[in-house]
């Protein structure tokens, strides 16, 4: 939740030091890149943008996210084990960005890198614990639109984190294990800023 607290901060160093600031409101749907995922993967976003001239500018991006559509994220093997996937993990980021716009006749095109924190959590259901997750330092590019009616029209990647790793009984004393992997993701992202 600290990262809200940064968000609400670029809103109010804008107008205190005569700059502009702005808010967008996104959703992705996307999925990983390293292996086929049926489940898809949907991001939800909220960052805050203060602007540094006239065409850059510095910004603080949370969001979250998970599968779009459910799916059997287990499969149980003959030696009483259930192995997760790795790629149906949650998704938490915050990460500060920088953004350059170039002028176009129907909008704004921009491109913006950043680096930020990402937590990868998965929901185990074991005896010890009901959940797992591993903090990463991670990379975003993004390179969109921004229409002139405040809508934006985006692709967002994010740079390959760690997922946990773990392995205990559930409640059946069925062995539960979850591979760590390295996992990247892309969205296509629908946002408005206001």
């Known amino acids: ?5 940064l968000l609400i901060l670029v809103f109010i160093s804008g107008p205190l030091t005569g700059q502009k600031t702005s808010a967008e409101f996104g959703l992705g749907i996307g999925n990983v890149l390293e292996a086929e995922h049926k489940g898809g993967k949907g ?7 203060l602007e540094l001239n006239e065409n850059t ?9 998970g ?9 149980i093997t003959v030696q009483n084990t259930e192995i997760l996937s790795p790629y149906s993990t949650k998704l938490h980021v915050v990460s500060s960005k920088i953004r350059r ?12 890198i950043g680096v930020g924190a990402a937590n990868y959590a998965f929901n185990v ?11 990463n330092m991670i990379g975003t590019a993004e390179t ?20 946990p790793r773990f392995e205990g009984l559930n409640t ?11 996992v990247s993701f892309i969205y296509f992202n629908l946002g408005f800023r206001f």
């Open 1 to 5: 939740m600290n990262y809200l607290y």
């Open 43 to 49: 991001l939800l976003s909220l960052g805050g943008y």
């Open 57 to 65: 500018s510095i910004g603080l991006e949370a969001g979250t996210g």
């Open 67 to 75: 599968n779009l559509f459910p799916v059997d994220n287990a499969t």
């Open 101 to 112: 716009t170039f002028e176009a006749s129907f909008g704004d095109l921009y491109v913006s």
């Open 125 to 135: 259901h074991a005896r010890e614990r009901k959940t797992v997750s591993s903090w």
């Open 144 to 163: 969109g639109v921004l229409l002139k009616n405040n809508l934006i029209v985006s692709l967002k990647y994010l740079s390959p984190g760690k997922t």
């Open 172 to 182: 059946n004393d069925v062995l539960v294990t979850l591979e760590e992997k390295s």
